[in-house]
Each structure stands twice: as structure tokens, then as C-alpha cells.
């Protein structure tokens, strides 16, 4: 089974999310996948804050180290199956966090959804994240 393409521009859908945390008022993906290559950058609005943060990554699984302010990121990412796994860690300030993230693109193509568990000694969450597809792409 071909692996599913996940490039494109995506906008975050609210009413079809369910998420343990406040919704941003605005959450856009960009992705340029080239199997295995994968760019991710993502743009969260909330209120008065916007943030981007992009990442580049194979789906073979070998780790990505991303120095972020004063956050160190270490993510990879690979493939269950037709799913696309991201996991990660985030160290800042003598905190770690884990994050878990499982895409499943729909079968028509026009959305995905990601699903998030995250995990620190301050904050857990698991988050369902539906995306759709923007514009006529």
C-alpha cells in the first residue's frame, strides 16, 4: 500500500477536534513531503501570540535535534503502517515533556487527523487535532 502524501497547507478545524487544552483561534500546517523527506512548519495564533516552528525530518526514524530558544527538541519521525508516527522530546528549563503524535490522512485526501498525547511532570494532555485540506488543493 503506497504510503499517503501529506503535503500541502492545513487548517485546523475546532469543531471537529476534541482537545484537553485551549484551542488556538488559528492553527495552519504547512508540509512538503517527499517521501522520505518532510518538512513540517506549523503557525498557532492565539489571541495577540502567533508562533511558528518548522522541522525538517526523514520517515525513517533517525532523530532531528532542533535548538529553540531555550527549548532542545528531539523528534523523529516514521511510519506505522499507513500512519504517520512523530515523537519527540522537549527539554526546557530541567523539564522534559514527551509528545506523541499519529497522523491518518483520510481517504479522499481533503483532511487528516492527529492524534497527541503529551506527558510531563507539570502538564499531560491528549489532544484530537482535525485538519482540512486549504483551497482547492
Known sequence: MAKPDFTGTWRFNPSKSALQIPA????????????????????????????TFSI???????????????????????WEGDVLAFDSTVARGGVE???????TMAEDGRSFVARERFRSEPLNYDNVWWMDRAGGQ
Open 24 to 51: 488556538p483561534d488559528e492553527n495552519t500546517f504547512i508540509v512538503e513531503h517527499h517521501e522520505p523527506n518532510l518538512r513540517l512548519s506549523r503557525t498557532w495564533v492565539s489571541g495577540a501570540n502567533r508562533d
Open 56 to 78: 525538517d525530518l526523514t520517515t525513517d526514524g533517525v532523530d532531528s535535534v532542533v535548538e529553540r530558544g531555550d527549548a532542545r527538541i528531539r523528534a523523529r519521525a516514521f
Open 97 to 103: 515533556g514527551t509528545n506523541a503524535v499519529r497522523y
